[in-house]
């Protein structure tokens, strides 16, 4: 088994490619942490990896590649039982969806994203998938439903904001 320092290395080089537009060196840099972490035996690490690698060939317009690239990350995910990655890379996979115009199979994915966001307590991670799904909605004239989400959300918040207790006392 390899020590996975040097592919740790890799994936920080592949986000700061990613981060800085140089999406060429992203690809190459989250490729070889991929290939080091996938030595090493750490599945979890391969995984995060191929997801990363699945965000910038979406970036490049690689549909192809950024298809396989979450379709194994997802494989990983789920024979780890790495929960919070496999929302993470449902999230890239719906956004890819989103950019190709396949809007059921975006909101799909979205809800699936969401919903293990929500079940592992994420909530940063499941307002913005929740943010996105608002926002397929409205494009697709669902505003009703947009704001039906909205509604659920209200209910579910802790602490409002104080625009956001105006709007529960609007919805009822």
């Known amino acids: 088994m390899t020590d996975t320092k040097e592919a740790k290395q890799q994936n920080d080089l ?96 979205f809800e699936e994203a969401r919903d293990i966001f929500a079940e592992l307590g994420e909530r940063g991670n499941e307002k913005a998938i929740s943010r996105q799904l608002k926002k397929l909605k409205i494009q697709t004239g669902d505003a009703l439903g947009a704001l039906g989400d909205y509604q659920d959300e209200l209910r579910a918040e802790e602490e409002l904001s104080g625009p956001q207790k105006m709007a529960q006392r609007m919805f009822g």
Do not use: W
């Not at 910038?56 to 990350?73: I, T």
């Open 14 to 109: 592949g986000i700061d490619g990613f981060r800085a537009g140089e999406y060429e060196e992203a690809v190459e840099s989250f490729s070889k942490a991929r290939d080091l972490y996938a030595e090493a035996g750490d599945k979890e690490g391969e995984a995060e990896a191929l997801g990363s690698l699945g965000a910038v060939h979406v970036q490049l317009g690689n549909r192809d590649e950024a298809q396989e690239a979450f379709d194994q990350a997802l494989e990983l995910c789920i024979a780890t039982g790495d929960l919070s990655n496999q929302a993470k890379v449902l999230g890239n996979l719906g956004m890819m969806y989103e950019a190709q115009g396949d809007i059921p199979k975006a909101a799909e994915t």
